[in-house]
Structure formats: C-alpha cells, structure tokens
C-alpha cells in the first residue's frame, strides 16, 4: 500500500522560503498523479499544485504558480514543494497525496480523486 510522510514544516516570517518533502513508499509510482494541497484556517482544502510521477509534469493553482515549485526525485522517491516569497496567507497544513492515473494525464485538483494522503506538515508564515 502506498505510503506518504510529509516533512519540512515550520515557522518562516513573509518573503520567507520553506521546503517541504514527501517521502512516498510502497510501489512503483509509474502511472500516478501527486499532488499538494493545503487547508488554512477557515479555508477550504486547496489544491496547490500536481506532478505526473513519470514525466514529471507539473500543475499549479493560479494563486501560487510564480512562487512554489513542485518537482520529484525518482531514486528517492520523493515529491517536494519549494515554497518561495511566503505570505501569511500562504499559513496552512501542506499535504501530499496520490492517486492512479492515466500516464501523462495531468492530476486532479479536486481532494476527493485522490486515494492515498500523508498526514501533513504545519506551514506558518509570520507578518
């Protein structure tokens, strides 16, 4: 069963950079979507940002598209999420996720198509 474990949280005051990791095991991730999403208080989940493991394509949400950038490491095993020139807004529990997908089919933004969730990681970003 795939596994994902985030890490890389912390504290980081506004125009701050963070690197969050998610260590993902239990097979082969050919054919499968990761994703990161977020949920800040009293916000709704959000899709941050996706990555087709294979090609290594990657899909940003409009809000954050200049700023984070997502990429693998296919030895490690490993999706991160470079978060650049932070905002207080940007303050939210990161979480990765997975699911099946068509290769090279782009991955959903919606939480509910994924299948596998790590337990998330704390972002807090100080004014």
């Known amino acids: 069963q795939v596994r994902l474990v985030e890490s890389g949280g912390g504290l980081v005051q506004a125009g701050g950079s963070l690197r969050l990791s998610c260590a993902a095991s239990?097979?082969?991730?050919?054919?499968?979507?990761m994703a990161w999403f977020r949920h800040g208080p009293g916000k709704e989940r959000e899709f941050v940002g996706g990555?087709?493991?294979?090609?290594?394509?990657?899909y940003y949400a409009d809000s954050v598209k200049v700023r984070f950038t997502i990429s693998r490491d296919n030895v490690k095993n490993t999706m991160y999420l470079q978060l650049n020139s932070l905002k207080p807004e940007d303050t939210a529990v990161y979480s990765c996720?997975?699911?099946?997908?068509?290769?090279?089919?782009?991955?959903?933004?919606?939480?509910?198509?994924?299948?596998?969730w790590g337990q998330g990681t704390q972002v807090t970003v100080s004014s």
């Open positions: 990555i087709t493991w294979t090609g290594g394509n990657t």
């Open positions: 996720s997975a699911v099946g997908v068509t290769t090279g089919l782009r991955p959903p933004s919606t939480p509910q198509r994924y299948d596998y």
């Open positions: 239990g097979r082969s991730f050919s054919g499968y979507a």
